[in-house]
């Protein structure tokens, strides 16, 4: 089994800054991808970052200059650090992984419960 677990949403003012983690357990051969997205109210779960075994990044248009994604432990953790905040980045933020786990023939994605940010003007 394959479990991710985010933390690190909260509840800010406009400008302010959160840092996001997620943590991957279990029986984990290896990790092509680790990304982001979110979910705000009534609207559609929409890309946010993607951090590739390589080390490289993407981000969504409306990220970028503000985000940055990272991860450590061998692709097993990934942060989002996310600066200069505003309300329209409130959402629920959900991790996910591109996981080979082991004795499985292929890559699979899993996701995260989500963790709620919430940016007040």
């Known amino acids: 089994q394959v479990q991710l677990v985010e933390s690190g949403g909260g509840s800010v003012q406009a400008g302010g800054s959160l840092r996001l983690s997620c943590v991957a357990s279990?029986?984990?051969?290896?990790?092509?991808?680790m990304s982001w997205y979110r979910q705000a109210p009534g609207k559609e779960r929409e890309f946010v970052s993607i951090?590739?075994?390589?080390?490289?990044?993407t981000y969504a248009d409306s990220v970028k200059g503000r985000f940055t994604i990272s991860q450590d432990n061998a692709m097993k953790t990934v942060y989002l650090q996310m600066n200069s905040l505003n309300p329209e980045d409130t959402a629920m933020y959900f991790c996910?992984?591109?996981?080979?786990?082991?004795?499985?023939?292929?890559?699979?994605?899993?996701w995260g419960q989500g963790t709620q940010v919430t940016v007040s003007s």
């Open positions: 279990g029986y984990i051969y290896s990790t092509k991808s």
């Open positions: 951090i590739i075994s390589d080390g490289s990044t």
């Open positions: 996910n992984a591109r996981i080979r786990p082991w004795r499985v023939s292929g890559d699979r994605d899993y």
